[in-house]
């Protein structure tokens, strides 16, 4: 089935030690996003790609990078992480921009120790 | 304060109950989704509501556009426990997707 994959679903990190996760996609959508999602509270978005357009929201700290080498990968790259940046993360797809559905993949679930 | 506010914030009904949750939006709506999210995993589409008065259903669930109110409902009509989880409503403001806070429903057996 066409989907957004995940990986790792899980992943432990050191504090300051840098992190990739990463999301693919077989649904061909032009957009790929990334959340942040912490306990209890709603996904916030960190960025998205448009293509090859890269939109990063205003206050998305420096920390948090992406790169989409082509149409169906995606990475978010945290250079050091903190302890505040321990949360689920959430990459998406669409066919287009605002207005169109949203497919989430499973998250991966990121523990700064 | 919050561009999307649910109602209830968490809700714990008895199984073959009824029950609503709301999402009502501090902007004007040109289309309103709602997503469901397990503990611990990514959101599940449900349905997207994009004209006012309009109303969907799926299975056991419903949902309705009320524009004007700049708000929407989702029904679900005799509850089971596999409908438990966290409701999400997300809506297009200006040029960002955004999301409620999202309501936890727990289904007593």
């Known amino acids: 089935d066409a989907m957004v994959i995940q990986n790792p679903r899980y992943q432990v990190t050191q504090f300051g030690k840098p992190v990739t996760l990463s999301c693919s996609q077989t649904?061909?959508?032009?957009?790929m996003y990334w959340y942040q999602q912490k306990s209890s509270q709603a996904p916030k978005l960190l960025f998205h790609?448009?293509?090859?357009?890269?939109?990063n929201e205003a206050d998305t700290p420096d920390n948090f990078q992406s790169r989409r080498p082509n149409t169906s990968f995606c990475f978010l790259d945290i250079r050091s992480p903190g302890l505040g940046d321990a949360a689920m993360y959430l990459c998406?797809?669409?066919?287009?921009?605002?207005?169109?559905?949203?497919?989430f993949g499973p998250g991966t679930r990121l523990t700064v120790t | 304060s919050q561009e999307l506010e649910q109602s209830p914030q968490s809700l714990i009904v008895q199984e073959g109950k009824n029950l609503t949750i709301n999402c009502t939006s501090s902007?004007?709506?040109?289309?309103l989704y709602w997503y469901k999210q397990k503990y611990g995993e990514g959101l599940i589409f449900l349905m997207m509501l994009q004209k006012g008065g309009e109303e969907k259903s799926h299975e056991k669930i419903t949902a309705k556009l009320d524009e004007k109110k700049q708000q929407s409902s989702l029904h679900i009509t005799a509850s089971q426990p596999s409908h438990a989880g966290i409701y999400l409503c997300?809506?297009?403001?200006?040029?960002?997707?955004?999301f409620g806070p999202g309501t936890r429903l727990s289904v007593l057996p």
């Open positions: 997300g809506a297009v403001h200006g040029q960002n997707f955004v």
């Open positions: 902007k004007t709506l040109y289309g």
């Open positions: 790609y448009y293509d090859k357009d890269f939109n």
């Open positions: 998406a797809t669409s066919r287009g921009g605002s207005g169109y559905e949203q497919y």
């Open positions: 649904l061909n959508h032009n957009v």
